[in-house]
């Protein structure tokens, strides 16, 4: 089992900034991809941000690029997740997943581990 504990959460103005992370304990994987998805009140789960084991592949939803800054610390097992010009549609929880198999994609039936989630909430 994989266990992720997400943080840094909280509220903020809009034109401000966040920044999420996310520790893995327990079953690691030589290859795995870390990923970032959201979800506001009403809507689907959707995908953020994704990052191979060894950066080989970084991918963006559009609707955060040039915005949002996904990495990740292999030494210490976490991603982290940099939002910029945080807008009052970024509200949402943000889980942080592990996809096992290594692709980093979008997703969400790719990501077999995920954490409680963070509360993001971005004022006017």
Same mark, same amino acid.
């Given at each position: 089992?994989?266990?992720l504990?997400?943080s840094?959460?909280?509220?903020?103005?809009?034109g401000?900034?966040l920044?999420?992370?996310?520790?893995?304990?327990?079953?690691?994987?030589?290859?795995y991809?870390?990923?970032w998805f959201? !979800?506001a009140?009403?809507k689907?789960?959707e995908?953020v941000a994704?990052?191979?084991?060894n950066?080989?592949?970084?991918n963006? /939803?559009?609707?955060v690029?040039?915005?949002?800054?996904?990495s990740?610390?292999?030494?210490k097992?976490t991603?982290?997740l !940099?939002?910029?010009?945080?807008?009052?549609?970024d509200? /949402?929880?943000?889980?942080? /997943?592990?996809?096992?198999?290594?692709?980093?994609?979008?997703?969400?039936h790719d990501?077999?581990?995920?954490? !409680?989630?963070?509360?993001v909430?971005?004022?006017?």
């Amino acid at each position: 089992q994989v266990q992720l504990v997400e943080s840094g959460g909280g509220l903020v103005q809009a034109g401000g900034s966040l920044r999420l992370s996310c520790a893995a304990s327990g079953r690691t994987f030589s290859s795995y991809a870390m990923g970032w998805f959201r !979800q506001a009140p009403g809507k689907e789960r959707e995908f953020v941000a994704a990052i191979k084991w060894n950066y080989g592949r970084i991918n963006y /939803a559009d609707s955060v690029k040039g915005r949002f800054t996904i990495s990740r610390d292999n030494a210490k097992n976490t991603v982290y997740l !940099q939002m910029n010009s945080l807008k009052p549609e970024d509200t /949402a929880v943000y889980y942080c /997943a592990v996809d096992p198999f290594g692709g980093a994609g979008s997703s969400r039936h790719d990501y077999r581990y995920w954490g !409680q989630g963070t509360q993001v909430t971005v004022s006017s």
